[in-house]
């Protein structure tokens, strides 16, 4: 499968969205966005899911990935991105850079659809946004 836009991850990740607790996985995609590999590596509590970064990134190496996209689920149903969820994020998107990889995008789940950092703009780089602001 051939990921073009968001609704497009949101759509294999199966029932994730009926989980009780936090799942936090990755969609790991070749040069033409295919997927390659996808895993939930996480798993935590109703509110919260610790994340191990390098994990993430050892992972996405191990299996030739060039890009990668995050998702998890929100046990409340509310798609809307943490503070906490954003700080990972960029944190994550710090260590693709540094190694090469790309962070496509984080699909955050819930009940009745998702919300997409690519989408919300949450994604660009703080350089890209002075740009934006010249």
Do not use: W
């Amino acid at each position: 499968m051939r990921i073009n836009y968001p609704g497009d991850a949101y759509d294999i990740l199966g029932n994730i969205s009926r989980r009780k607790r936090e799942n936090f996985g990755v969609i790991l995609l070749d040069t033409q966005r295919n997927v390659i590999g996808k895993s939930v590596m996480f798993k935590g509590t109703i509110n919260n899911c610790l994340v191990g970064k390098r994990e993430i990134l050892v992972y996405a190496l191990k299996k030739d990935a060039v890009g990668i996209m995050l998702f998890h689920n929100h046990p409340t149903g509310d798609t809307t991105p943490s503070d906490e969820d954003i700080e990972t994020t960029n944190e994550i998107r710090k260590g693709c850079e540094s190694v090469g990889l790309r962070l496509v995008d984080h699909i955050i789940v819930g009940k009745y659809g998702y919300s997409s950092f690519h989408e919300l703009k949450l994604l660009e780089k703080e350089e890209e946004i002075l740009k934006v602001a010249e």
